[in-house]
């Protein structure tokens, strides 16, 4: 509330929360089952997986070097961009779905 006078705040929080089709993004969400969504949740298992697996193999050192948060970035982005290829959907489509589940 103390933000609420602060014209260039105000204006951030309106770029933020404005939705993806305000942004420019007028693809519309794909509607998934609910066995679609069990299946990419598996597979985004599988592959979160498959990348700790291989970031074990490296030496500790190398490890070590990198940060946890981009670590998780990294990791996150993978999965994602697996996820689209073998579904040929985006994060949104997920969630908007588990949305609609509710």
Do not use: W
């Given at each position: 509330?103390?933000?609420q006078?602060?014209?260039?705040?105000?204006?951030?929080?309106?770029?933020?929360s404005r939705s993806?089709q305000e942004k420019?993004?007028?693809r519309?969400p794909k509607?998934?089952?609910v066995?679609?969504?069990?299946d990419?949740?598996r597979?985004?298992?599988e592959?979160?997986?498959?990348?700790?697996k291989?970031f074990?193999?490296?030496?500790q050192a190398?490890?070590h070097?990198?940060?946890?948060?981009?670590?998780?970035t990294t990791?996150?982005?993978?999965v994602?961009?697996a996820?689209e290829?073998?579904?040929?959907?985006?994060?949104?489509d997920v969630?908007?779905?588990?949305?609609?589940?509710?």
């Amino acid at each position: 509330m103390r933000f609420q006078e602060d014209q260039e705040v105000m204006e951030l929080v309106g770029e933020i929360s404005r939705s993806p089709q305000e942004k420019g993004d007028v693809r519309q969400p794909k509607k998934l089952n609910v066995k679609i969504v069990l299946d990419i949740h598996r597979y985004m298992t599988e592959q979160l997986r498959n990348i700790v697996k291989e970031f074990t193999k490296l030496p500790q050192a190398s490890r070590h070097s990198f940060t946890a948060k981009g670590c998780e970035t990294t990791a996150e982005l993978l999965v994602s961009i697996a996820v689209e290829k073998k579904f040929n959907v985006v994060s949104r489509d997920v969630e908007n779905a588990l949305c609609e589940f509710e």
